[in-house]
């Protein structure tokens, strides 16, 4: 009985931190639109609109009811996923989000794969050859990605391989499901400009930790047993490496989400974040609305994926989860100082 109590325990307590940030940041979003200072009935009716055909569309948009009530009613229709209908457009949000989301989070996949990829085999070569000129040179790379702003990484790349080698296309987008290799070939710039930070600060972290990891009693042990090289690496020192570069790679997901509003303008993306910007510019709050909401769904999606994987990844984070997130805090503190 303890057992299950302990295991529900641990539920309730996984599940109450998202949904509690979830509705902090939701409502933060809405009242924000809401509390903007534009009018959405004055916008779309233009500036010869009388005061009574105002009243008349904000009662219609129910923008005449207190904020609470505007709030749960708001999430109540996103939860069952009607998000609304653009001010301008009269295309409903879902729609305009549903062609969008695609973009992003096919390019944020491609980027954290990127990240991961090179960041982990940079940070296992760097610890595995460390004080030698490979181990600086990583640490020198690694040290400039970390300072250089993704559209600096972007202009970059567009001149190298778009401009002076015409290897791959300067901007533009084809979907995964129409084509694939084309999709790579439109993706891959974007997704490298925007996995440059996350791979930078992985192998950073993978680096300090596998270094530690391989100095420690047991993996010395494994070795003395005769295992393999490539057996101690992968089975002992890189499995209790792993944790804190996870914990950076969930750190990572928003900086790209983030990142992606400027990799959209560059590449000339047809994302969520150009949606966003040019809901802005118009003040077509149900858009900006829908974009923040799908925004914050996914970087909390991310965060619990990276959590979950990291619980299985170590069995002490199983066995204290206030073990897992001081040892998450110290990785972000390490992080940080790198």
């Known amino acids: 009985m303890s057992r299950y109590a302990g295991t529900l325990r641990a539920v309730v307590r996984a599940v109450s931190v998202p949904v509690?940030?979830?509705?902090?940041?939701?409502?933060g979003t809405y009242a924000l639109g809401a509390l903007g200072g534009a009018n959405p009935a004055a916008t779309v009716l233009g500036q010869d609109a009388t005061p009574s055909a105002i009243a008349q569309l904000?009662?219609?948009y129910g923008l005449d009811r207190p904020l609470l009530v505007q709030y749960f009613s708001w999430l109540g229709h996103a939860l069952s996923g009607n998000l609304g209908t653009s001010y301008f457009t009269?295309?409903?949000?879902?729609?305009?989000l549903g062609q969008a989301l695609p973009v992003d989070l096919s390019l944020a996949t491609l980027a954290l794969t990127f990240a991961v990829l090179l960041g982990g085999a940079a940070g296992i070569a760097s610890a595995l050859r460390r004080g030698r000129p490979l181990d600086r040179i990583v640490s020198a790379v690694c040290?400039?990605?970390a300072t250089v702003p993704p559209f600096l990484v972007g202009i970059t790349l567009i001149v190298l391989f778009a401009v002076v080698f015409r290897l791959l296309p300067s901007g533009g987008y084809v979907p995964l499901t129409q084509n694939p290799g084309q999709w790579l070939r439109f993706a891959l710039l974007p997704a490298l400009a925007l996995s440059a930070e996350g791979a930078a600060a992985i192998a950073r972290q993978l680096r300090t930790s596998l270094v530690g990891a391989l100095d420690e009693n047991y993996v010395l042990g494994a070795a003395a047993r005769g295992l393999s090289a490539r057996r101690v690496l992968l089975r002992h020192a890189l499995r209790n490496a792993a944790g804190p570069a996870l914990t950076v790679l969930g750190v990572q997901v928003?900086?790209?989400?983030?990142?992606?509003?400027v990799a959209e303008k560059m590449f000339a993306l047809p994302g969520v974040a150009q949606l966003a910007l040019t809901a802005g510019s118009e003040r077509d709050v149900p858009?900006?609305?829908g974009a923040l909401l799908v925004t914050i769904g996914v970087v909390l999606?991310?965060?619990?994926?990276?959590?979950v994987v990291l619980t299985r990844l170590t069995p002490q984070a199983r066995r204290s989860p206030s073990a897992a997130r001081r040892r998450a805090g110290t990785a972000r503190a390490a992080e940080a100082a790198a």
């Open 287 to 289: 858009v900006i609305q």
């Open 301 to 307: 999606v991310s965060n619990i994926a990276v959590n």
């Open 58 to 60: 904000n009662h219609q």
């Open 143 to 145: 040290s400039a990605l």
């Open 20 to 27: 509690t940030v979830f509705l902090i940041a939701t409502f």
């Open 254 to 261: 928003p900086a790209i989400i983030g990142g992606a509003v």
């Open 90 to 96: 009269s295309i409903p949000v879902s729609t305009s």
